[in-house]
């Protein structure tokens, strides 16, 4: 079968590797039909030094499939049944996992794509307890965006940020993955969207998905034009994922009391913070990292009520390499598939 390795730093090789042995007690092997791209893909493409990993590597951190084959014991999948995988390989038992805050667990062996093999091969063995059904009506392509983005977003808005309906939020590079998901879910519960983009063209975009006001940060301070926007009250929220290039702008533009959640840092990892605006203006910020099994579920049943994930672009399997240079430009408006 087919497999795509990450051999070294920046390069990738579509190889043969030999099928996997009959699934094993508590397992199901999945075909994988797609895989979702993120930042995390582009992190992992460029090598980090900090990642505990061993090449060659599979890549693909979220992922979409259908179940080949069950292994004893296993009641809840039958072949042909359409899933979504968690790639988080938690174990299931420890305090966090077992209270459900399966992303803080204490015995995490690793972010399959990142840390170990992923999904970007054709047939793996995997514990049925991270394998999560597709509800019915949702396409396989979409699904594929539910492990990592929809999860992550679910996470960050509603379990830490406590996004309440009526708020007003604003959200950071609205044309990337977790950007388009989060103008919709937000939008889909009565908040007020103000997001950030970096050219025209994906303003008219992120406008057609609901955003109420659009900026375009690299033509106005975006700082400026949410405090006049908001009658210079500020948003409760801000959905931050830029990192050091707006994290200081980011704080400028909450209300007192106001919540700002971050799960990334693509611009760059390091700040300064002035710590006297942190606590006389009250805010809280969240670090948000994962998300739960739930927070997967959760996703489904959403792109199961019509809330589907915006997708850029389907490349194949062989061009995955591809797809990592146009998430890695900032050209992509939504996200990238990869398709077997
Ligand atoms: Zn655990």
């Avoid at 699904?143 to 999860?151: K, Q, R, T």
Wanted: net charge positive; with cysteine; hydrophobic share 45%.
């Amino acid at each position: 079968m087919r497999a795509l390795t990450l051999v070294a730093d920046r390069k990738l090789e579509l190889v043969e590797v030999p099928s996997p042995p009959a699934p094993g007690p508590g397992e199901v092997q999945i075909r994988v039909k797609a895989v979702a791209l993120n930042h995390l893909d582009v992190w992992g493409f460029r090598g980090m030094a900090f990642a505990k990993r061993k090449l060659p590597l599979v890549v693909g951190a979220e992922a979409a499939g259908e179940i080949a084959a069950v292994g004893e014991n296993v009641t809840s999948f039958k072949p042909g049944d359409p899933v979504v995988m968690c790639g988080g390989l938690t174990c299931g038992a420890c305090k966090a996992c077992r209270e459900g805050r399966d992303n803080l667990c204490e015995n995490v062996k690793g972010i399959m794509g990142f840390h170990v093999d992923g999904f970007a091969r054709e047939l793996l063995n995997l514990s049925a307890r991270l394998v999560i059904p597709v509800p019915p009506g949702v396409n396989l392509r979409d699904a594929a965006c539910a492990p990592i983005a929809f999860s992550t977003v679910e996470h960050m808005l509603f379990d830490n940020a406590k996004l309440q309906p009526g708020e007003t939020i604003l959200v950071h590079a609205g044309g990337s993955g977790i950007g388009t998901v989060a103008i919709k879910m937000a939008k889909a519960i009565g908040c007020t969207v103000i997001t950030t983009v970096g050219d025209d063209a994906k303003a008219e975009q992120a406008k057609a998905l609901g955003a109420d006001y659009v900026i375009n940060y690299r033509s106005e301070r975006f700082e400026h034009q949410v405090r006049k926007l908001t009658a210079k009250k500020g948003v409760d929220v801000v959905f931050e994922h830029v990192g050091a290039e707006t994290f200081n702008g980011s704080l400028l533009c909450l209300k007192r009391g106001g919540r700002l959640v971050t799960c990334g840092a693509t611009s760059g990892p390091s700040t300064t913070l002035n710590l006297m605006q942190l606590f006389q203006q009250q805010y809280k910020i969240f670090g948000s990292f994962g998300a739960s099994m739930r927070n997967i579920r959760d996703g489904l049943a959403k792109m199961a009520g019509g809330l589907l994930p915006v997708i850029d672009t389907e490349v194949a399997l062989d061009d995955l390499g591809a797809g990592l240079a146009r998430l890695e430009s900032r050209r992509v408006f939504g996200k990238v598939i990869v398709r077997f």
